[in-house]
C-alpha cells in the first residue's frame, strides 16, 4: 500500500500530561460552558434562570491548548485579555444521550484551567448576535494543568480560586455551578456523541478581569491541583 503524502506536515496530536503515568491524554475537542456561576453572570449582565434556561456552549479549537506554566504572548487585536478560572473535565469513555445518574461512567479525571478571552471583541460580538469566535478562539487561550485522574468521581465541592500577580481576584466553590458536572455531561451528550479525549472547561465564577503584558495568574481547584500562566509582550 502507498504512504499517504501531504503538502505539509499535519498538525501534531495535542495532548496533556497525567499526574502519576508516562502515557499523555490525547485531546479530542475543547467544550466551554457559558456563564454557569450566578455571580459571574450577574457581572456580565445575564443573569442565569435555571428554571427555564439550558446550559450553552462554545468551542475552541484543539490547537488552542496551552499547558500549564507557560508564557504566552498578548493576543492581537484586543485591548481587554481578560481570564477565567475553571474546573476541566476529562471525558475518558464514549457517551451519547447519557442520563444524568449515569455520567460519572464517561469521567476520566479532571485538571485546573483557563479560558483567556478577548473581552472586549466577545461583548462586541454578543451584543450584535454574532458568533464569539473572535473573542474565545484565542491562539494559546486554553490553558490546562495536568490532568488528574479520577475514574467515575463526579466533583461536587471544592474551592476554586485565582490570583494575578499575588493577589486574589476570584474565589468561589464548585458547588456553585449553576449546571452540575451530572448536568452538563447529560445535557452535552444530546448534542455531541462524547468521545474519550474531550474536556469539559465547566464555567468560571466572579471576579474576571483583565491582564497586562508581564502579569503572571495562578490559580487551583481544590483536590485537583494548581494553574499558571504568565503574559507575555504583546504579538
Not at 485538571?111 to 471583541?121: F, K, N, S, W
Not at 491562539?139 to 474551592?159: D, F, R, Y
Not at 466553590?173 to 474536556?199: C, M, T
Request: net charge negative.
Amino acid at each position: 500500500m502507498t504512504p499517504t503524502t501531504y503538502l505539509w506536515t499535519p498538525p501534531p496530536v495535542y495532548s496533556l500530561p497525567v499526574r502519576g503515568q508516562s502515557a499523555r491524554l490525547p485531546i479530542n475537542r475543547l467544550f466551554f460552558v457559558g456563564r454557569n456561576y450566578h455571580a459571574h453572570a450577574v457581572e456580565m449582565g445575564k443573569p442565569v434562570d435555571k428554571s427555564a434556561e439550558r446550559p450553552f456552549y462554545f468551542t475552541k479549537a484543539p490547537s488552542t491548548l496551552t499547558e500549564s506554566g507557560a508564557t504566552v504572548a498578548y493576543p492581537p487585536e484586543t485591548k481587554n485579555y481578560h481570564f477565567e478560572m475553571e474546573l476541566v473535565l476529562a471525558i475518558g469513555a464514549p457517551g451519547f444521550r447519557v442520563k444524568a445518574e449515569d455520567a460519572h461512567q464517561l469521567i476520566y479525571g479532571y485538571g485546573a484551567g483557563l479560558d483567556m478571552t478577548r473581552r472586549d471583541l466577545q461583548l462586541v460580538a454578543r451584543d450584535k448576535g454574532r458568533p464569539w469566535d473572535l473573542g474565545k478562539d484565542v491562539e494559546q487561550s486554553s490553558v490546562c494543568s495536568e490532568i488528574v485522574p479520577m475514574p467515575g468521581v463526579v466533583i461536587e465541592q471544592g474551592a476554586i480560586a485565582l490570583a494575578v500577580n499575588g493577589q486574589t481576584k476570584q474565589q468561589s466553590d464548585v458547588n456553585k455551578l449553576i449546571w452540575n458536572i451530572r448536568e452538563i455531561i447529560a445535557d452535552l451528550s444530546l448534542f455531541y456523541h462524547l468521545q474519550p479525549g474531550d474536556l469539559i472547561y465547566t464555567g468560571t465564577p466572579e471576579g474576571v478581569g483583565a491582564v497586562l503584558p508581564g502579569d503572571r495568574i495562578t490559580g487551583h481547584v481544590a483536590g485537583v491541583g494548581e494553574v499558571a500562566l504568565t503574559v507575555g509582550p504583546a504579538a
